[in-house]
């Protein structure tokens, strides 16, 4: 059994409903999971006992946070010791002729933070619509219409494939037993 962080920062809540389901399939595998919201950590929160990390963040206006370039800043010692994976959302990785743009957007960051986790992913987010206030609920609107996504705004819609986050995750595993293995 392995002690597993796994850290988002989310604008909308896409992000965190992934990482969320993360944990629930990590721990089902009958491992130690925590799930934490890098902008609200548990108080008294510390990398101590962790053995491996999940990291997710979501794209806006064509980049990750300033909170996630941080958090990886700040803790980059403490990933490059162990098995990790990060995983960024965004609209585009939903989208068949931008999917390698959502690649570009996590290589990018990658190379802002200096940091190469073991495993890497993109995954399609949503369009949230409803927790969008009314000019960002418009441009997004445009800006679906353009890639081809949902404009109905009277509801939100989600393109995450979880069956791609399962494979995620169980590539992430095999890896740590993997690891722990050969120790
Ligand atoms: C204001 C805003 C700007 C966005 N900009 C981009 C973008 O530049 N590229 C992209 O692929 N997706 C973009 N998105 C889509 C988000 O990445 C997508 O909604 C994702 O699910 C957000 O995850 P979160 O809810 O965890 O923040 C944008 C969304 C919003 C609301």
Known sequence: MASILIAYDTGEGQTRKIAQYMGYFVSRSGHDVQVIDIR????GF???GIDAVLVGASIH?????RHIVDFVGRHKARLEAAPTGFFS???SAGVEKQKA????????FLQKVDWSPTIKATFAGGLLYREYGF???WMMKKIARDAGKDTDT????EYTDWQAVDGFVQEFLAQLAHDQATE
Do not use: I, M, Q, T
């Not at 609200?40 to 108080?43: E, K």
């Open 154 to 157: 009277s509801k939100n819609h």
């Open 101 to 108: 743009e959502a690649g570009r957007f996590l290589e990018e």
């Open 135 to 137: 000019l960002k609920r």
């Open 89 to 91: 959302v965004s609209l």
């Open 46 to 48: 510390s990398f101590d």
């Open 61 to 65: 206006l064509g980049k990750h946070s």
């Open 40 to 43: 609200r950590p548990p108080s």
